[in-house]
């Protein structure tokens, strides 16, 4: 009997050592949670937008400049940087100026007011902010995205025409500082670009031959219509990554002119949809991805609510069900993605809509085995089959 009980002793060890260390690991690969951080606002302002972020996790948006000018209050482009909010000016002095996308040299891209009164695309570059110019007899433009080859993508209009006094609008892609006219799908008077990849694609929107807005992607000196998901009339696609991965929305349009139902959608390189769903609600749009493959947008919630939320692993999350409950936070856009998984967005803290940055901090790996416990292990392991052997000899 004894023998029997010391082997049986010696089995719990081993077992009871090795499923702890598999749960733990099995739960510390399964789970994360991520922590958010206020850039919060220009001093005596009430307001913060965070729109874009490259690698380095610098962010770059809008933020209220109260007194800005003569006009009053207004609002400058930002950049957020170790751990501080730089106001980057504007094109003229004016109050108005928006950064809307930041490459992994540090380039900034948006829109300010000029000394003219139109808005014109900027790129900032070594402390220096310079206008973009527009398209050819244009009066405006706007920039969305910059890549990491230095190509800037957006959208201005063509000058006067019979459909509107600022004539046709279409997306654009600079490179060497004169802007590319994208055109639009069939011809038609409307085009948007909001995102591009370091291959030089660019993803938006543009009207077709229908007059309805599809989703395009522009790729080898044309633009594709992508189409919508099934029994959609309309779509839009924000961002692309990489590995041409596309994401985005697609909808239909009730009898007051709105979008009924939009879902975010996922678009592969094999040219197929796929629907992301809803955090309960009947809406949602997909705004970033990286090469991961995790998505960000927006998304009405069962209780009407918009949050922001992360597509990842399969899974659609609340992003806020992923911070900590007690944060005072809540995120309502998120508008961003890098390739470690910090998010950027918008969100509500204190009553003031500030802009955040959402990390997913790093996971405390779980220790291996120690010297003495793998010697108790094995130890265990060994007397008790040596007890055993030595049992079944004296019988």
């Known amino acids: 009997m004894k023998f029997r009980n010391w082997y049986r002793f010696s089995l719990a060890i ?52 109260p007194n800005a000018s003569s006009f009053g209050s207004g609002s400058h482009a930002f950049l957020y940087s170790d751990g501080s909010l730089q106001d980057l000016g504007t094109l003229s002095g004016d109050n108005y100026s928006g950064a809307s996308g930041i490459n992994n040299q540090g380039q900034i891209v948006g829109t300010s007011s000029t000394s003219s009164g139109s808005n014109h695309a900027f790129l900032y ?13 244009g009066t405006y433009s706007i920039a969305t995205e910059i890549n990491d080859q230095g190509q800037v993508i957006g959208s201005a209009n063509t000058g006067p025409s019979n459909s509107s006094i600022y004539g046709d609008k279409h997306a654009f892609i600079s490179s060497g500082g004169s802007l590319q006219d994208l055109g639009t799908l069939a011809g038609d008077k409307y085009s948007d670009a909001y995102g591009t990849n370091n291959q030089g694609q660019v993803v938006g929107t543009s009207s077709n031959s229908s007059g309805r807005n599809h989703a395009f992607l522009y790729s080898g000196g044309s633009l594709q219509d992508l189409g919508t998901l099934a029994g959609d009339k309309y779509s839009d696609a924000y961002g692309i990554n ?30 197929l ?5 809803t955090l309960g609600g009947n809406s949602s749009e997909a705004r970033g991805i990286n090469d991961l493959g995790q998505i960000v947008g927006d998304s009405s919630t069962g209780s009407g609510r918009t949050h922001a939320f992360l597509y990842r692993d399969g899974v659609l999350n609340d992003l806020n069900s992923l911070i900590p409950a007690d944060s005072g936070w809540t995120l309502q856009n998120a508008l ?60």
Do not use: W
């Open 242 to 271: 990489n590995s041409s991965q596309i994401v985005g929305d697609s909808f239909n349009v009730s009898n007051d002119g709105f979008p009924s139902i939009k879902h975010a959608f996922l678009y592969s390189s094999d040219g």
């Open 14 to 65: 081993a077992v009871f050592c090795g499923s702890g260390l598999a749960t733990a690991r099995s739960a510390n690969a399964s789970s994360f949670s991520y922590t958010v951080q206020d850039l919060g606002t220009f001093s005596g302002g009430t307001y913060s937008s965070g729109y874009a972020l490259n690698n380095d996790g610098q962010v770059v948006g809008d933020a209220e400049v």
């Open 125 to 137: 570059s070594d402390g220096l902010m310079q206008s973009l110019g527009t398209l050819t007899g």
């Open 273 to 277: 949809f796929q629907d992301l769903g």
């Open 336 to 395: 961003g993605i890098n390739q470690d998984g910090q998010i950027v967005g918008i969100g509500t803290i204190n009553g003031e809509t500030h802009a955040f940055l959402a990390t997913d901090p790093p996971t405390t790996p779980v220790p291996e085995p120690s010297s003495g416990l793998g010697t108790l292990v094995l130890g265990a392991f060994g007397v008790g089959t040596v007890l055993n052997r030595k049992r079944q000899n004296r019988n």
